[in-house]
Each structure stands twice: as structure tokens, then as C-alpha cells.
């Protein structure tokens, strides 16, 4: 797995646990939201913290199975409430963690495009035969 990819479940741990801290509920409920969204992008993409447990095998056959766009609209749909329940700082920190994750699957998705033929082949369009 990437190295990113720890680094956004553990940055949406983090700032999850500081909008926990506040006097909004609704602000706490996004924060416990963030915490449990970590914990979900861990098993994911970081499943060897969870081979200890009797699922860990099956969450690390079945992770690898689940397909590039996926994980996007996975991760682009984790970022949203953040935002627009609780629109403190660090519910945008957190979601924006998921949205650099999202991209990255996005680029991966859409794959390289447009690759230039192979060098010295002849025949391409703007070249003159004499």
C-alpha cells in the first residue's frame, strides 16, 4: 500500500479527535464521524494493523479485490459531511485528507492517456516518406 494512504487515515484520526473536542453536538458527532472514517480507511488500505484479529485476513483478500474508482467515490462520499455539518477548520483538514486520497485513486483510475507511439516507428501522421 502507499505510504499516503496511512497518512490520511491518521490525519483523519487526529483531527477527528480535536472536533471531538468542542461544545457544538453537532460538532462531536462530526468528530466521532471522522475517528470511525480513519478507522475504516486503516482497514482499507493499511490492513496489516488488523491481522491480529480474526477478520484481518479476510479484510486483506477482500481490499485488494475492491477496484481503483471505488475507493474514490469511497473517499470523495467520506469527505462531505465534515464540512457541511460541522464547518470548523479541522473537519476541513480531515476531509480534505480524504479528497487528496480520492485524487490520488482518481489518477490511478483514469490511467496513463494519450502515450506517444513507440519511437521509430514510421508511420506516423506528420512525417514525410521520400
Known sequence: KQWYQRRVAITAGITGIFVLISFSAKCVAMGIFQIAAGICVLMLEA???????????????KSDKI????????????????PVICGSTTS???????????MCYMVLTIGPKGS???QGSGNLPYTRQI
Open 67 to 82: 477496484k481503483p474508482w471505488m475507493k474514490m467515490f469511497f473517499y470523495f462520499a467520506l469527505c462531505i459531511p465534515g
Open 92 to 102: 476541513y483538514v480531515g476531509s480534505l485528507g480524504f479528497v487528496l486520497a480520492g
Open 47 to 61: 490492513t496489516m494493523c488488523f491481522l491480529f484479529l480474526d477478520i484481518g485476513k479476510w479484510l486483506n483478500e
Open 116 to 118: 506517444a507511439p513507440p
